[in-house]
């Protein structure tokens, strides 16, 4: 069975500093992989994804993620950090050609003004 | 814009009670999905379905039961409630491509067990 882990529960970052929130996948073939985040109260949405195309992926809000396979790693980074920005963060996985996706424990981004 | 609406945010319930979460997208979407969330252990799936009448069991499945009679319409059910089943519920739908690769997340159910 596939699975991710996020290292780290929680994150705290200054406003303007360096947001970098790590994955790591364990897959005997490279997956697609995902990430989400969800604001408080609301559902999940997605921020990217990589579908086995270029391996640096470019999201919504300024967030870019790089595939690495020879580290089994997909981190999530932003260049600099938004209060807009505080939220939970899932990574996820999901087999080529599999409905099921399995997240991550999620980690809760702080920014501090 | 999409929508997949629960019916309720908050339910709180007693032990042993038989309990319905609904679940509704307005998408003609062909797959749905119901998550739990728990704080430390993220999204675990508990049932899918791609078609009507059509299920598959997640990852961790008892306790619950599922219903899909119309396509918009994907109804979670606790046979018999109890504490461990305190949970946030989430409901997603998505198309039925190979990558599956976006799911539409509703507000979520903070159910509470007593």
Redesign the interface.
């Known amino acids: 069975a596939q699975s991710v882990t996020?290292l780290g529960?929680h994150v705290s970052v200054s406003e303007g500093a360096l947001v970098l929130l790590r994955c790591n996948y364990s897959s005997s073939v490279p997956p697609?992989l995902?990430w989400?985040v969800q604001y408080p109260?609301?559902?999940?949405?997605?921020l990217l994804?990589y579908?086995s195309a270029a391996t640096l992926v470019k999201g919504i809000n300024g967030f870019e993620a790089e595939f690495k396979k020879s580290e089994t790693s997909f981190h999530l980074t932003k260049p600099s950090a938004h209060m807009s920005d505080a939220a939970e963060y899932?990574c996820a996985v999901?087999p080529?050609?599999?409905?099921?996706?399995?997240?991550?424990?999620?980690t809760t981004v702080t920014v501090r003004a | 814009d999409v929508k997949?609406t629960q019916s309720s945010r908050y339910l709180v319930k007693r032990t042993g009670e038989k309990v319905f979460l609904e679940c509704v997208q307005d998408m003609d979407h062909e797959?749905m999905f119901w998550?739990r969330q728990d704080p430390?252990?993220?999204?675990?799936?508990i049932y899918?379905s791609?078609d009507v009448k059509m299920k598959e069991k997640?990852?961790i499945p008892e306790g619950y039961s599922v219903s899909r009679e119309k396509k918009e319409r994907f109804s979670l059910i606790l046979e018999s409630a109890s504490t461990n089943q305190t949970s946030m519920y989430?409901c997603?739908s998505?198309l039925?491509t190979?990558?599956?690769?976006?799911?539409?997340?509703?507000?979520?159910t903070q159910l509470s067990v007593l």
């Open positions: 996020q529960s697609y995902f989400y109260n609301q559902g999940l949405q997605l994804k579908t899932f999901s080529i050609n599999d409905y099921k996706l399995s997240f991550g424990a999620g | 997949v797959n998550y430390g252990l993220g999204l675990r799936l899918f791609y997640g990852d989430l997603a998505s039925p190979a990558t599956n690769e976006k799911l539409f997340f509703g507000s979520g």
